[in-house]
DNA sequence: CTTCATTTTGAATATTTATACATTTTCGAT
DNA sequence: ATCGAAAATGTATAAATATTCAAAATGAAG
């Protein structure tokens, strides 16, 4: 859900900026954003986003998303890495979005892209250059960049 | 203390092997192995190792070691691979071990064991086809040798 | 719109993990 | 060996986190 992705979202970019040593202290932080929530939610969002928690010099304990934890969790982020390089540009046109690519990329981009089911997303057809992204009813540009940047972290600078 | 050691390298072993979901079930691993503790004591030792807990498809959660020897890309695998080849052989004085490698790769190779900050090593010294290894006390000779296992595995065939 | 199924969530709680405190062990210096 | 300081550990408990269960929200299909 819209809210659900936002939420999510956020909590990675409290995570990847500030120093977090609890669920409780990460509650706050969402709550301060406007975010309605509870400890309960909190705890199913860092497991699915795969966030871990590892001891830390300075707070004994601090929350990370590990870059990665096993060697095939590793290879396959960065051969995403490697494929987001391929981006170009988004644009959209009603519930569609047409997403550019580098020659060759489209079809490797679309694939990652439908591996991770996102639920924003219901479909894609790829070419050689270009993805058509087509974007489930009531979903809006922002909530799908949103769900891009979460499959594709790299994509935040060039969709920021 | 030769038990601290030992433990921490077991409980390291165990966590490699991927199937760990909670303290109390490594607690009886260890108990198995005949080491005598409490789910106190490994808190402790995990803080220590940096081992974290992260959400996993089959088992919900698991233990990992998030950084360090098992978590490098294959790039990196193959780098440490090849820098591996070069050494030669290993002796030891006190609480010193010193490595012999082929002319050129003593820095690299020290490098490869800085980066991974073993336990069991304080610090390394380099020269062009030597290393001095500097071993934390209480360290013993096949402690040494395990943890250099632990960071290239290839070195198993000539230490074993 | 209504119904049914599915997903998401919160409250309460169970489970898991970290730590305060006391005790024991280790180790160096007499 | 004996002393004292520092480190390690266990017990008990606090703190943190995961999950159960029920309710609410959402979505699909008539």
Known sequence: MKNRTKRQLAIKQAILSGRISSQDELLHIMKDQGFELTQATLSRDLKILKVAKVSDQALGYVYVIPEGVNTENQRENSRINFLADGFRDLQFSGNL????????????????????????????????????????????????????????????????
């Open 97 to 160: 979005a047409v997403m550019r690519t580098m020659p060759g990329y489209a079809s490797s981009l679309a694939a990652v892209i439908d591996n991770s089911e996102p639920y924003e997303i219901i479909g894609t057809i790829a070419g050689d250059d270009t993805i058509l992204l087509i974007m489930r009813e009531g979903i809006t540009h922002s909530d799908l960049i949103n769900s891009l940047i979460l499959i594709m972290p790299k994509l935040e600078d060039k969709l920021g």
